[in-house]
Nanobody
Framework: QVQLVESGGGVVQPGGSLRLSCAASGFTLADYAIGWFRQAPGKEREEVSCISSVGEGGTAYADSVKGRFTVSRDNAKNTVYLQMNSLQPEDTAVYFC???????????????????WGQGSQVTVSS
């Protein structure tokens, strides 16, 4: 079964950190540019980061998270991570990973699983 599964969300105080994981099954994440998106209630979906396929070797971030969030991948685990530091209440949202991204203008990868999305993971930043 082809799927992406996010995990690692939760409740954290302002200034805290969380690491989200995006684990793939049924296809190889290393072949794709993987985006992290978030959507807060009443707001439009925002792309926060993108990691290119292994072949291109790049990362890109939205200005709103630059310097605080870091995206990485572990090819052996077929997983992409989003390390989020210095979290603020405005970072509260449901976070999704997807086999697509616009940031960085990277090659998306093979068409076969392009556009696969995970189910989302809630991140709440509150004191």
């Amino acid at each position: 079964q082809v799927q992406l599964v996010e995990s690692g969300g939760g409740v954290v105080q302002p200034g805290g950190s969380l690491r989200l994981s995006c684990a793939a099954s049924g296809f190889t994440l290393a072949d794709y540019a993987i985006g992290w998106f978030r959507q807060a209630p009443g707001k439009e979906r925002e792309e926060v980061s993108c990691i290119s396929s292994v072949g291109e070797g790049g990362t890109a971030y939205a200005d709103s998270v630059k310097g605080r969030f870091t995206v990485s991948r572990d090819n052996a685990k077929n997983t992409v991570y989003l390390q989020m530091n210095s979290l603020q209440p405005e970072d509260t949202a449901v976070y999704f990973c997807a086999a697509e991204c616009d940031l960085g203008d990277y090659d998306p990868g093979p068409l076969l699983y392009f556009g696969t999305w995970g189910q989302g993971s809630q991140v709440t930043v509150s004191s």
